[in-house]
T-cell receptor, first 114, second 116 residues
Framework: GENVEQHPSTLSVQEGDSAVIKCTYS??????FPWYKQELGKRPQLIID?????GEKKDQRIAVTLNKTAKHFSLHITETQPEDSAVYFC?????????????FGPGTRLSVLP | EAQVTQNPRYLITVTGKKLTVTCSQN?????MSWYRQDPGLGLRQIYY???????DKGDVPEGYKVSRKEKRNFPLILESPSPNQTSLYFC???????????????FGAGSRLTVL
């Protein structure tokens, strides 16, 4: 089955700096790669996603890149702000007619220091 | 308001006492799923459902049951809970088809379960 690794497990950056979180997946059939942000005591919420037919996607300060050949994808946050502090989860998913499973990485705790 | 509702939010129970965690969504989503969240392990999928009467195992289904008799409801059943099922549980739903919003999981607020 699918296996998703995520690095680093913790990341501290100064406010205004960039943060990069990297994930690798094992199943080449996976075709959907979302990123979720979970603030302390809250539910996970989608911040950005990318499908396998796209190499890069950007939404304001957040971008995701996908390398299907190497089976890895990354989250880039620029100009970090204290409210970006949270745990971030990547996931790999295969969406097909017979099912859709989501496999999440173990998470990265991002701390943005003022 | 579009939402996924889970109940109970907090529960302390004892080993072997059957319990059900309910999950309901009002977005007419076809896909519903259950996850457990444990420190250092992220979110692990327990079961998912592609539509009414269609369910399948995720990565950690042992000790759990589900049913999908109605589109809006997807209860998680622990027939004989054990301490290793102490965890934070999330229900989530999404649209299945391609297009805006497809596959985007909307999570419930979570249910913290403690099994003594």
């Amino acid at each position: 089955g699918e296996n998703v690794e995520q690095h680093p497990s913790t990341l501290s950056v100064q406010e205004g700096d960039s943060a990069v979180i990297k994930c690798t997946y094992s199943d080449s059939a996976s075709n959907y790669f979302p990123w979720y942000k979970q603030e302390l005591g809250k539910r996970p919420q989608l911040i950005i996603d990318i499908r396998s037919n796209v190499g890069e996607k950007k939404d304001q300060r957040i971008a995701v890149t996908l390398n299907k050949t190497a089976k890895h994808f990354s989250l880039h946050i620029t100009e970090t702000q204290p409210e970006d502090s949270a745990v971030y989860f990547c996931a790999a998913s295969y969406s097909g007619w017979y099912g859709q499973n989501f496999v999440f990485g173990p998470g990265t705790r991002l701390s943005v220091l003022p | 308001e579009a939402q996924v509702t889970q109940n109970p939010r907090y529960l302390i129970t004892v080993t072997g006492k059957k319990l059900t965690v309910t999950c309901s969504q009002n977005m007419n989503h076809e896909y519903m799923s259950w996850y457990r969240q444990d420190p250092g392990l992220g979110l692990r999928q327990i079961y998912y459902s592609m539509n009414v009467e269609v369910t399948d195992k995720g990565d950690v289904p042992e000790g759990y049951k589900v049913s999908r008799k109605e589109k809006r409801n997807f209860p998680l059943i622990l027939e004989s809970p054990s301490p290793n099922q102490t965890s934070l549980y999330f229900c989530a739903s999404s649209l299945r088809d391609r297009g805006p919003g497809a596959n985007v999981l909307t999570f419930g607020a979570g249910s913290r379960l403690t099994v003594l």
